[in-house]
């Protein structure tokens, strides 16, 4: 029947979430760390190489962070479309997005057409 659930997509979707949950979890402590770090150590002396040295580990900690955390709201988002019903369109050309790409990424939104052609834009 149409709009049945999709073990394999389900079980790949839950899987990326643990993992996603788990980096938000190390990178938040690591960047903690490194805040601690900056905090102790004489940082604000902008031409201590370690204080650059931490500033730019600081800069990449925080935006694989926001990556780590986007990850669990597009997975969180494409289980609670999955849960609504969703078989597998893509969300802007209507088109069956595949699922040889599903399991790839099983929380994208877009068909690889599409998705190609938001890169472009
Ligand atoms: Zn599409």
Same mark, same amino acid.
């Not at 029947?1 to 980096?23: F, H, I, K, N, V």
């Not at 604000?44 to 650059?52: A, C, I, K, M, T």
């Not at 790409?101 to 690889?112: K, S």
């Given at each position: 029947m149409p709009g049945s659930p999709e073990p394999d997509r389900a079980a790949a979707l839950a899987a990326e979430r643990c993992l996603a949950a788990e980096q938000v979890e190390v990178l938040t402590r690591d960047l903690a760390r490194v805040v601690q770090a900056s905090e102790s150590s004489?940082?604000?002396?902008?031409?201590?190489p370690e204080g650059s040295t931490i500033a730019f580990e600081r800069a990449q900690l925080s935006a694989m962070l926001d990556a780590a955390r986007r990850r669990v709201q597009d997975v969180d988002g494409a289980l609670a479309r999955l849960a609504a019903g969703?078989? /597998?369109?893509?969300?802007?050309? /209507?088109s069956s997005i595949g699922d040889e790409r599903l399991l790839a990424?099983?929380?994208?939104?877009?068909?690889i057409a599409c998705a190609r052609d938001q890169r472009q834009v």
């Amino acid at each position: 029947m149409p709009g049945s659930p999709e073990p394999d997509r389900a079980a790949a979707l839950a899987a990326e979430r643990c993992l996603a949950a788990e980096q938000v979890e190390v990178l938040t402590r690591d960047l903690a760390r490194v805040v601690q770090a900056s905090e102790s150590s004489n940082a604000d002396d902008e031409h201590d190489p370690e204080g650059s040295t931490i500033a730019f580990e600081r800069a990449q900690l925080s935006a694989m962070l926001d990556a780590a955390r986007r990850r669990v709201q597009d997975v969180d988002g494409a289980l609670a479309r999955l849960a609504a019903g969703d078989d /597998g369109r893509c969300e802007r050309c /209507g088109s069956s997005i595949g699922d040889e790409r599903l399991l790839a990424r099983p929380w994208t939104r877009l068909c690889i057409a599409c998705a190609r052609d938001q890169r472009q834009v």
